[in-house]
């Protein structure tokens, strides 16, 4: 295809972005950041974790965007005895008494399948997070003695933050997969709180959801999509030593004189974001840059999806793990307050 | 911070101040440094040398000390170069000196030979008295000059009473020791 | 009608005589007190003189101060016009005559002059006797009197000179410490120019390429702006920036071309700066603003 069709391609599919996620935004409360960002994960074609409190909106944000992209939309919650076997079929016995053999969730659809959301991911078995890896890493996996591939799929997992027992860490590995890793709250603001608690609108999830347009979103396109914008965005040589700088201080945070109260730096972090993971970072900041209307990087695309994507794949020191939540925030704000641009 | 610099005045303000104190600063380290040296200088005052620069109050010393020499002489030349000087204060100071000197040298005449020394004594009462008005007219409550000059009044003899005591001599008659021509004329 | 006339005629008397009253000049002596005076007192008198219509103090024939007589000494005279017909006169007179005893003393008459409908006339103040009294007890002889001694030398106030010095000394370092408190040459207290650091690294640049120039002085603006803020400020922090330094919020339009210009140059590709050497100027012009509203914070 032509620079200039490529260039009209990225016009057109421009005001279909941004119309998914103002339709999104109508549906939910106080989520604008999240919106966005999983709305530049589905143009960077990147994984999502999203972390929160119960009730917050996770799953129904979930919803609106399968409902919005289109295409099949499969959920699964995690539980102890869930199997990798479980993802793929389910055996019973039928009405007329024989087993039977269905395909599970994520071969229900074939290769349709464009949202996969696995809830409560961290209390499933280590087991069961390799076959998401894979998924997630390849977008295919073996059953029934043949690979299967989902072209459009886009896994979002859902980690409970509050419980901590009976559960399954997630492994760096699979963790350095999520494009995001998104936090979810309930909003701040006093108005929307208020909004959420007494309009109506919000009560019900299923009629509240049928104001967004299915399919917004061709999702079959959005692959092929993905790879022009990350070339049609460019970086400046300034900017991508802006970037290389910020990869620079997730490992030597004390080098851009980063502190956090008195704890020595140099201790801090057993290892800084993979290369995979700023590549990832890129990833998202061009497709930040496309939404913004430009066909060029600026300081601003990469500081917005600095922490959602780069912050789960930084790995303190083990003495430090427990405190992670609560120091990984200020590393990545005492990363963004120094490290100057250009 | 934020609140001193606002309270602070503004920069030509504060220059201009610094520079003001400085100056005066330097002024009284030199007037300090001066006043050092000449208590030094009050603390012995027979060896002050005198210059056309030297301090009033350092003359005065240097003159009290001649006096308590027994040089009077020197003692009055040198009051009477800065008899003009100096405060009120200090010239009040002058002139009571310089009537002392005068009533000190009369005193022990009069008391002695009384009247015989009458032109001197009364010359010496007569400059001491000025002296020592002058001082009271620079300051009326100067105790001692007061009891001084009244004292000086007391020595003074009264016209009348000088009169009279000339006549009070040895010699019967006046005309016995006026010089004339011999008696019995060709 | 004969006891008519004589009405008439004592009016004509009272008025003549009140007439009379009225045309006599006279004058009252106020003292202290007459006596306990010594050698050296001064006296004062208060005289209050009335004059009648028409008449006024001939000033300039006034006593003047100077000696009255041979031990009375006439020192001050003022005088000041209460009223239209009164006048108040304050004498003073420092008396020099010694006394062996005490006795009595008289001073006498003063002249005060005046001029009423073109003719000079005098009015004199009463003689004033007070008693004088010796210093020196009467019994005791010449030769036993003990002359009070010789003034001493004063020291010379060496000791608050001092103190002068080092007040007005402490006085100027804290003026030069506020000083250099102002321009921030007190480290870790004085507060740190970088907007005239960065004016400075500009100015110096003057004989580079304007390209060079442009991204040094970009750069350099960015560093001070980061130095003021205490990290680096992007554009989405500008708000932030000028609720923390309400200083330079009269320059926000510029901040925000400046933001605009940074952008253009460091990260869009190709933007070609037609006249570098023009935005150099805007932007030495606009460092020397923020340097201007730096040193008024």
């Known amino acids: 295809m032509s620079s200039s069709g490529h260039d009209s391609l990225l016009a057109d599919w421009r005001p279909r972005a941004l119309a998914l996620e103002s339709s999104i935004k109508q549906c939910l409360i106080g989520m604008d950041g999240p919106i966005r960002h999983i709305t530049l994960a589905i143009f960077a074609r990147g994984h999502v974790m999203l972390e929160g409190d119960v009730g917050v909106g996770k799953t129904t944000l979930l919803r609106a965007v399968a409902r919005g992209i289109g295409g099949a939309y499969e959920r699964i919650e995690g539980t102890i005895d869930l199997m990798p076997n479980d993802l793929v079929y389910h055996t019973y016995i039928n009405e007329d008494g024989k087993p039977q053999v269905d395909p599970g969730p994520i071969l229900k659809h074939g290769p349709e399948l464009s949202v996969f959301f696995f809830n409560e991911v961290n209390r499933a078995r280590p087991q069961v997070h390799s076959l998401l890896l894979r998924v997630m890493a390849e977008r295919s996996v073996t059953a029934f003695n043949r690979e299967h591939f989902f072209p459009h799929l886009q896994v979002f997992a859902d980690r409970n933050r509050v419980e901590k027992e009976e559960t399954f860490e997630i492994p760096s590995a699979a963790r350095d997969r999520f494009l995001m890793e998104l936090h979810i709250e309930a909003p701040e603001d006093q108005a929307e709180r208020l909004e959420l608690m007494f309009n109506p609108r919000f009560h019900d999830v299923d009629k509240l959801l049928e104001s967004i347009e299915p399919g917004v979103l061709p999702y079959r396109e959005i692959a092929g999509l993905a790879p022009i914008i990350q070339e049609s965005v460019r970086a400046s040589d300034a900017l991508q030593q802006y970037a290389l700088a910020l990869w620079e201080a997730t490992r030597k945070p004390a080098a851009y004189d980063v502190a956090i109260g008195n704890l020595d730096m140099d201790q801090l972090i057993l290892a800084g974001a993979s290369a995979r993971g700023v590549s990832m970072m890129m990833r998202a900041a061009r497709v930040a840059a496309w939404l913004d209307g430009r066909d060029y990087l600026v300081p601003e695309d990469i500081r917005g999806v600095f922490r959602e994507t780069t912050a789960h794949r930084v790995f303190l020191h083990p003495v430090y793990e427990l405190r992670r939540s609560e120091l990984i925030g200020e590393l990545m704000t005492g990363i963004l307050n120094n490290v100057p641009a250009p | ?186 | ?297």
């Open chain 3, 1 to 297: 009608m004969a006891l008519m006339r004589s009405i008439a005629l004592m009016l004509c008397l009272a008025a003549g005589a009140l007439r009379a009253e009225t045309a006599a000049p006279h004058l009252e002596l106020q003292a202290s007190r007459d006596f306990g005076y010594t050698l050296g007192s001064l006296i004062e008198h208060h005289l209050r003189l009335w004059l009648p219509d028409g008449a006024e103090l001939v000033t300039p024939l006034l006593p003047s101060p100077g000696a009255v007589n041979d031990w009375l000494d006439l020192r001050t005279l003022r005088w000041k016009q209460e009223s239209a017909h009164v006048v108040r006169i304050d004498v003073t007179y420092q008396v020099f005559k010694g006394v062996r005893d005490p006795e009595t003393a008289v001073i006498p008459p003063l002249a005060i002059a005046y001029r009423v409908g073109g003719t000079n006339a005098e009015i004199h103040t009463p003689e004033w006797s007070f008693g004088l009294i010796p210093m020196i007890p009467p019994a005791t002889p010449d030769d036993k009197v003990m002359l009070r001694g010789d003034a001493h030398e004063r020291q010379f106030p060496a000791r608050s000179a001092f103190y002068r010095f080092v007040g007005f000394l402490s006085a100027a370092a804290l003026g030069a410490l506020a000083l250099a408190f102002r321009f921030g040459l007190i480290p870790g207290l004085g507060r740190r120019r970088p907007f005239a650091d960065a004016c400075r690294r500009i100015a110096r640049l003057r004989s580079a390429s304007p390209d060079v120039r442009l991204d040094a002085g970009l750069r350099a603006i960015h560093e001070a702006l980061a130095k003021t803020h205490g990290k680096p400020v992007f554009p989405a922090m500008l708000d932030a920036f000028f609720e923390a330094r309400p200083v330079f919020a009269p320059l926000r339009a510029e901040f925000e071309a400046f933001f605009d210009a940074s952008q253009r140059h460091f990260f869009e590709p190709g933007a070609e700066e037609a006249d570098n050497s023009a935005h150099c100027q805007a932007l030495e012009g606009f460092c020397r603003r923020c340097a201007r509203l730096e040193r008024s914070a």
């Open chain 2, 1 to 186: 911070m934020a609140f001193l610099k606002k309270l602070l005045p503004g920069t030509p303000v504060l220059g201009l101040a610094t520079l003001a104190f400085l100056g005066l600063a330097a002024y009284e380290g030199l007037e300090w440094s001066r006043f050092e040296r000449d208590n030094r200088a009050l603390a012995e005052p027979g060896r002050i040398t005198l210059t056309d620069d030297t301090d009033p109050e350092l003359v005065f010393a240097a003159a009290r000390a001649q006096a308590a020499r027994g040089n009077e002489q020197e003692a009055l030349r040198l009051y009477n170069t800065i008899i003009r000087e100096g405060t009120p204060e200090f010239r009040e100071r002058v002139h009571y000196n310089i009537a002392n000197l005068y009533l000190r040298e009369a005193a022990p005449l009069w008391n002695a030979v009384g009247v015989l020394e009458y032109a001197r004594v009364d010359t010496l009462v007569a400059l001491a008295k000025e002296s020592y008005r002058a001082a009271l007219r620079l300051n009326p409550d100067a105790w001692d000059a007061r009891y001084n000059l009244e004292y000086a009044h007391r020595i003074t003899p009264p016209p009348k009473e000088r009169a009279k005591s000339d006549f009070q001599g040895s010699k019967s008659s006046v005309f016995a020791t006026m010089p004339s021509l011999p008696g019995g004329g060709p």
